[in-house]
């Protein structure tokens, strides 16, 4: 446990939140609803998504990049918003950390016990995060009887940074990855990429109403609200936060989908080289 800070220091600090591309935003946005005074710094690697695709050893080298550059921006608490980031690179990160680390995996792995009623759970994800059985591993650890049946879904993460929410093109690659998945008579779907809730109605609507989808930002969300208060770290200021977006490549492509998921404009988006 580390040591509590006290408000008015490091409690004003903003909250770091990384991504590959634009996935993370659905995480940000829940941080934004649920938490309303925090400031919050988020990073998209956009120049070199997809992560789900690429070795261990890749993933591991830009999760460090990532973790330097916001921890010179003195974030006072980090959030992997990547799951092939948390499933590859969480010791990375940790390790070169001084602020708390929380990452999407174990979020969602908290919220698929409390959800599953049968104990029969799909996960899909990308190939990477599927391959490390990092969420079967995560929801074992909280209940070992629960049944896990995994899919990687290589082509949602294109899509989804294409722009293409609820496209044709997008429901018949659904309609093909979750058939073997649904086969299995789940009862629970992991959205094990901070990508796919982005793709929610869509996937509800192949999956149909019975099947509930587990999305690990709005757990996250409630997770990092639990820490900030535990450490007080919370920020005391009941003032209009500060909200600043990096990316690695073209901010305006970023800009236009950004603010179709958060809803809002995205007025200061900084393209930078690690």
């Known amino acids: 446990m580390q040591k509590k800070e006290t408000p008015g220091g490091n409690a004003r600090h903003p909250i770091g939140v990384f991504d590959s ?13 649920r938490l309303p005074f925090e400031n919050l710094i988020y990073f998209g690697d956009t120049a070199r998504v997809p992560y789900g695709v690429k070795s261990a050893e890749t993933i591991n080298l830009y999760a460090a990049q990532i973790t330097e550059f916001l921890v010179q921006r003195e974030v006072k608490l980090l959030i992997i918003a990547c799951n092939t980031m948390a499933a590859v690179a969480h010791e990375a990160v940790v390790s070169r950390s001084p602020v708390p680390v929380l990452d999407v995996i174990d979020a969602g792995a908290q919220m698929t016990v409390r959800t599953t009623r049968t104990k029969h759970v799909g996960v899909i994800g990308t190939p990477t995060t599927v391959n490390s059985n990092t969420y079967a591993r995560a929801i074992h650890r909280l209940d070992p009887e ?3 049946f995994s899919q990687a879904c290589a082509l949602f993460v294109p ?7 609820d496209h044709p093109v997008t429901r018949l690659t659904a309609q093909e990855y979750l058939k073997p998945v649904l086969a299995e008579g789940i009862d629970t779907l992991v959205l094990g990429c901070t990508h796919y809730p982005l793709l929610k109605a869509l996937l509800q609507e192949v999956t149909g109403p019975a099947i509930r989808l587990v999305d690990s930002a709005e757990a ?17 200021d009941r003032e209009a936060p500060v909200y600043r977006f990096y990316v690695t490549d073209v901010p305006l492509r970023f800009q236009g989908i950004g603010e179709r998921i958060l809803g809002r404009s995205l007025p200061h988006v900084e393209r930078v080289s690690l």
């Open 220 to 236: 996250m969300a409630d997770i990092t609200a639990d820490l900030l208060t535990d450490r007080e770290l919370a920020n005391p």
């Open 146 to 148: 629960v049944r896990i």
């Open 21 to 33: 591309g634009v996935g993370g935003l659905t995480v940000v946005r829940a941080l934004m609803e």
């Open 159 to 165: 899509l989804v940074e294409e722009g293409w929410f």
